[in-house]
């Protein structure tokens, strides 16, 4: 006498709906945990091109950083966020325009100055080799070639050495947190000069370099389009990181020029 075969019953709809969540659940974890326990994509700056995928955006309820509706004309009248000018660098066309820049911190004797746009774009060091930022390309250009080019002699008189940095500097990524209190304070357009030697705009906004270098790296530190900072860095070679120079300038230096 044949056995009777035994009935295999449907998986109903409700418990099929419980076991694909489990599957998904497990699949999104185990992701996690080859991320090392977070979401946040990777940095691939270090490739050829900027992975403009590589950092999420800046929360919406983020303030709007005020910007300085006038400029100042004299260095001592000027306050932390004013406009100021100083010294003159080609922008656009092919004659130099006054350079202007923004109040970042002031003392009694000086007051620390960061260029309201990108106005160049250099490689932070001319060889893909790890390099300490006194030994780097940039910071001999920043020293020679753009000090010499954007300010009379005696303006680059009165803008003062700092310490290890010389007299045109790029901001640490401290500093850029220190002095910009939101990412999308950090976003910073680029002038057409700038763009023409090769700066990465995105939406008008480009990435430009801090003087950090990751150890036994040949990645250099710099701010993404959208403000954060990339710590991951991108490689030193590549000529598609723009310039935003620091000067430390003489809180007398107009009366010094006019005397």
């Known amino acids: 006498m044949a056995k009777n075969k035994k009935e295999i019953k449907p998986i109903s709809l409700p418990v099929a709906v419980v076991c694909a969540l489990l599957i998904f659940a497990f699949m999104a974890l185990f992701i996690v945990y080859l991320n090392g326990g977070s979401f946040v994509p990777e940095d691939t700056s270090s490739q050829a091109t900027i992975d403009e995928g590589s950092f999420?955006?800046?929360?919406?309820?983020?303030?709007?950083?005020?910007?300085?509706?006038?400029?100042?004309?004299?260095?001592?009248?000027?306050?932390?966020?004013?406009?100021?000018?100083?010294?003159?660098?080609?922008?656009?066309?092919?004659?130099?325009?006054?350079?202007?820049?923004?109040?970042?911190?002031?003392?009694?004797?000086?007051?620390?100055?960061?260029s309201r746009y990108c106005l160049d774009c250099v490689p932070y060091n001319t060889d893909r080799v790890a390099v300490s930022y006194q030994d780097s390309s940039i910071y001999a250009w920043l020293n020679g070639e753009f000090i010499n080019n954007a300010f009379t002699e005696i303006q680059q008189a009165n803008i003062l050495s700092t310490d290890g940095l010389g007299k045109a500097y790029l901001l640490s990524a401290e500093e850029a947190a220190q002095y910009y209190e939101y990412d999308s304070w950090r976003k910073t357009a680029a002038t057409d000069y700038a763009k023409s030697k090769g700066a990465k705009l995105k939406d008008g906004i480009a990435n430009w370099w801090l003087r950090d270098i990751n150890p036994e790296s040949t990645n250099a530190q710099y701010v993404y389009y959208n403000g954060t900072i990339a710590q991951k860095g991108f490689a030193v070679d590549y000529n598609v990181v723009a310039v935003r120079p620091v000067i430390l300038v003489s809180a007398n230096a107009e009366k010094q020029e006019t005397e």
Do not use: C, F, H, R
Not at 65 to 94: L, N, R
């Open 56 to 114: 999420a955006e800046p929360t919406p309820d983020e303030p709007e950083q005020s910007q300085p509706t006038e400029v100042k004309e004299y260095m001592s009248e000027a306050e932390i966020g004013d406009a100021v000018i100083y010294g003159s660098y080609i922008q656009k066309g092919e004659e130099a325009q006054p350079i202007e820049w923004i109040v970042l911190n002031k003392t009694e004797d000086a007051l620390t100055l960061i």
